[in-house]
């Protein structure tokens, strides 16, 4: 009872939000235009939390996430800055999207490496990776963006009707659910995080399982610094900073433990869309972007103090 | 059973008519129990009986629904903790309470440190003289300024007494002593709480251990179901007696009777070294039998475990199981040739018990399902449901997490993933650790079982009686090295005893 009452918590605090926001602003909020907006801007929160859920679960914590992001970024835009003339070609564009992929790929699995083979805390090495990326996407073009004017349809094409950046963050959203329901991989995380000397001793191949969960979590923050990317037409080496804050906060508030071994994707959505939610409402009714910072912060500690009165009510 | 009342004289502590419920659950109905100056008053009863419960009202932790407390003739009632410590009451818990990375004087006086001259300052010289001072009044061996951490069981649990003592207390609660404890630490226990009965003071008892209780009590309650079944003093009673009033049936059931029936060598091992902690060890178990293996705790036997089960690297020596040499340099390598390893510390090393049982019975199991890519929960639980009741355990549902369910359930939800993943050779590490008389019995049986379905075990215990009753054979080894390999017909508790603790 106590756990539904916990699950649901989060979802309800979002309707709840959801019927202020029409009932005082249902012209500007309740548009289909204003709806979508809200979402494509979730989406590229939603594709690193969902991953970031995962390492969350798994008993660690990613904080490289935002400079992965700009770091990923630079990389992507960077081919397509090299083709000549002024249009970017569609192989450049793919090319370039691959990279950046890859690039964020690869520093996920430098992170699973540095936490599994040196046996470091994940909060140390992600820390120090934190500060690596970000100086490299800094370094690559001297603290200057790349500007791709013409690489826009991930970050504000349409697909039938819906953002492109919004089927993709549901499809990678989906993938991620189905993984950590149905797949060992997901279950292992979830025992890895429960209790790692348990999971070692049931077989289970610790250190391989937490470098491919670090590394499925970079990938996808190499997708969302994609549509970053695209959506501002440009790689920016400040893009992301403080990302890792709003990540970690809506995965808590979704009902993730930062302990490990629970959590869901489901959870994760719905925290995420609270705090888009929140902004977007503060800002249709003229709160200051200074004044949203307060309101949110206190809806964190709100969130986890509910937690934790529901949990040692169950206890 | 003919057991004569306690005397009413001289009583420090009575607890008159405690009932307590939780809920729609009545943890205790109607207890008494008086304790006598300077004796040893042991609590007796099954997991979920009501000693702990009592115990937690003793020492202020809960509050009684009806009941009185009377220290000395005085009407006491403890809101917290701290007014049972007040009142001279200190509680030793299961799971001891101390600051490992303070030191040892640091946590006998954590709390209550002597000031110094400067405000906000610690008289660390006057504290470290009043720990050795007090060590030395009872002869206890501590070193006041070793961190905790550092320190064996056995030492830790004595940081615990004199705690108790430099608060002055007069009663002591032991919520079981010895469970962590090899068997020389546990009788250095015994030997501190005879010198603190000596000393006037009062010691309540919780142990499962039925010998020891007949070894130091003075007086023995019984509890079953919250209720006081038995209260007399020890004279009256024995084993049986005390088997009987805490389970209601005979000793002789206690260890099932079954033919020895050895089959083909299942599994041998032959020379094995680790780097540090085992040497040379050599010995075989067969299809169908029960293999002991005795020691002192630090004697090598779980580490032969672990460097069976790849948990440990092995420097050298080999591993046949049906003939066949076999490499092990991982659990997942142990697991697919068919050996399981039950550990001594389920809570560590065995469960999540924050995730489903069901999830902690499959947990190894996935590839031998066919889940190794897609997991199909609906018949995962139905599977795991039916493991589970081959083997009768207790659950609310198969989603319940691990940790809701009782120590003897625990332990049978890893029995049932190493059924499910159709090990021919068990290793169990302590099964019993911890758990009630009646899972115990249970946990038996179920070795009998497996070996009757031609399995292999290998059962570490640092129970003689638990060796005696169950296995066919057994190992002693000492100081990392195998010493005794005996038929158990052929030889006696003394004998390997004596043999395992002796230089």
Redesign the interface.
């Known amino acids: 009872m106590n756990k539904w009452v916990r699950q649901l918590l989060p979802f309800v605090s979002l309707v709840l939000i959801a019927l202020v926001l029409s009932v005082l602003e249902p012209e500007k909020f309740l548009t289909w235009s204003n709806l979508l907006n809200v979402l494509r801007r979730s989406s590229v929160n939603l594709i690193v939390a969902v991953g970031m859920t995962a390492i969350i679960i798994s008993g660690g914590i990613d904080l490289s996430v935002g400079s992965v992001l700009a770091f990923a970024g630079m990389v992507g835009a960077w081919p397509m800055l090299r083709t000549g003339g002024s249009a970017t070609t569609i192989q450049a564009a793919i090319a370039g999207t691959s990279a950046g992929i890859a690039a964020g790929a690869i520093c996920g699995l430098a992170n699973g490496l540095l936490i599994t083979k040196l046996k470091l805390p994940p909060f140390i090495v992600t820390l120090g990776t934190m500060s690596a990326f970000r100086g490299i996407s800094y370094v690559m073009n001297e603290g200057q963006p790349y500007n791709v004017p013409d690489y826009t349809w991930l970050g504000s094409g349409d697909a039938l009707g819906i953002p492109v950046s919004v089927l993709i963050s549901a499809a990678l959203v989906a993938f991620s659910a189905l993984l950590l329901?149905?797949?060992?991989l997901g279950?292992y995380a979830?025992?890895i995080g429960?209790?790692r000397?348990?999971?070692?001793?049931?077989?289970?191949?610790v250190d391989r399982n937490l470098i491919a969960i670090y590394t499925i979590g970079g990938l996808l923050v190499g997708v969302a610094a994609m549509i970053a990317t695209s959506r501002t037409v440009s790689a920016q080496p400040t893009a992301g900073i403080t990302l890792e804050l709003d990540i970690i906060a809506a995965v808590v508030i979704g009902g993730a433990s930062l302990s490990g071994?629970?959590g869901t994707i489901l959870g994760t959505i719905i925290g995420t869309l609270l705090i888009s939610f929140l902004r977007n409402g503060c800002t249709l009714l003229g709160i200051s972007t200074n004044v949203q910072l307060i309101v949110i912060g206190a809806i964190i500690i709100a969130a986890v103090a509910v937690d934790q009165i529901a949990r040692a009510r169950a206890d | 059973m003919a057991a004569s009342p306690l005397p009413a004289s001289d009583f420090v502590l009575q607890m008159r008519g405690i009932s307590k419920r939780f809920g729609p659950v009545r943890a205790l109905s109607d207890v008494s129990i008086g304790v006598r100056r300077a004796t040893v008053h042991a609590l007796c009863g099954e997991n979920g009986a009501g000693k702990s419960t009592l115990v937690k009202i003793l020492a202020g932790i809960y509050p009684p629904d009806e009941g009185t407390i009377e220290l000395g003739n005085q009407r006491c009632l403890f809101a917290a903790p701290a007014d049972a410590h007040g009142a001279g009451i200190s509680m030793i818990h299961q799971e001891l309470d101390l600051a490992e990375d303070l030191t040892v004087a640091e946590n006998i006086f954590l709390g209550a440190e002597p000031r110094g001259t400067l405000p906000f300052t610690i008289d660390r010289r006057a504290m470290t003289a009043q720990t050795e001072r007090l060590a030395a009044q009872y002869g206890f061996p501590v070193c006041a300024g070793a961190p905790v951490r550092s320190l064996p069981a056995g030492d830790c649990q004595i940081v615990e007494i004199l705690k108790a003592l430099r608060r002055g207390a007069s009663l002591i609660v032991m919520d079981e002593p010895t469970s962590s404890l090899s068997e020389a630490e546990a009788v250095r226990l015994f030997e501190i709480v005879r010198q603190l009965r000596s000393r006037g003071l009062s010691v309540v008892y919780i142990s499962h251990r039925l010998d020891e209780v007949l070894d130091l009590a003075d007086d023995i309650t019984i509890l079953r179901d919250g209720k006081v079944v038995c209260s007399a003093p020890r004279s009256g009673l024995d084993v049986r007696a005390l088997v009987h009033h805490m389970v209601g049936r005979e000793l002789s059931d206690y260890f099932p009777q079954r033919a020895w029936v050895p089959g083909e060598v299942c599994f041998a091992v032959r020379g094995l070294s680790t780097a540090k902690e085992i040497h040379d060890v050599s010995f075989e178990v067969r299809r169908g039998e029960i293999v002991g293996m005795a020691g002192l705790v630090g004697a090598g036997r779980t580490d032969v475990a672990r460097a069976l089960?790849g948990?440990i690297p092995a420097i050298s020596g080999e591993i046949l199981l049906e003939g066949r040499r076999i490499e092990i340099k991982?659990?997942?390598d142990?697991?697919?040739l068919g050996v399981a390893?039950l550990?001594e510390d389920r809570k560590?090393?065995?469960?999540?018990?924050?995730?489903p049982c069901y999830?902690n019975i499959t947990?190894?199991n996935?590839a031998v399902l066919g889940?190794?890519?897609?997991?199909?929960?609906g018949r995962e639980a139905a599977v795991a449901a039916e493991t589970a009741s081959r083997i009768n355990v207790k659950w609310g549902s198969p989603r319940a997490p691990a940790g809701s369910l009782s120590g003897g359930n625990q332990q049978k939800l890893l029995v049932a993933?190493w059924l499910l993943a159709a090990s021919r050779f068990l290793i169990f590490d302590e099964p019993t650790r911890g758990i009630d008389v009646g899972a115990k019995r249970e946990i038996y049986s179920l070795l009998q079982n497996l070996s009757a379905e031609g399995r292999a075990i290998l059962l570490i215990s640092s129970e003689l009686p638990e060796l005696f009753g169950v296995a066919d054979r057994i190992l002693v080894m000492r100081g990392g090295r195998l010493i005794g390999d005996f038929v158990t017909q052929e030889t006696t508790p003394d004998e390997i005893m004596h043999l395992a603790a002796v230089e």
Do not use: E
């Open positions: 329901r149905y797949t060992p279950r979830y025992a429960s209790n000397q348990a999971a070692f001793h049931a077989g289970i191949n071994g629970s | 089960f948990v991982s659990p997942s142990a697991i697919k390893y550990t560590r090393t065995g469960l999540c018990l924050d995730l999830w947990l190894p996935l889940m190794d890519h897609f997991i199909r929960p993933r």
